[in-house]
């Protein structure tokens, strides 16, 4: 499986947007917060890997 690093840019309500990183003509994702590891915020940068989050 493919491991993508993001970053979080923004938090909106139940919902954090996510930009790959290095990828800039893919657009944002935007993830539910229940879904990521607890205390993301603004600036962070996340791992998915085996369906999975893990903060960096």
């Known amino acids: 499986m493919d491991t993508i690093h993001y970053l979080v840019t923004k938090i909106q309500g139940d919902y954090a947007i996510l930009v790959p990183e290095g990828r800039p003509d893919c657009p944002e994702c ?5 879904l990521l590891p607890d205390g993301v915020a603004e600036g962070t940068r996340l791992l998915w890997e085996n369906l999975e989050y893990t903060v960096l």
């Open 30 to 34: 935007p993830v539910a917060l229940a």
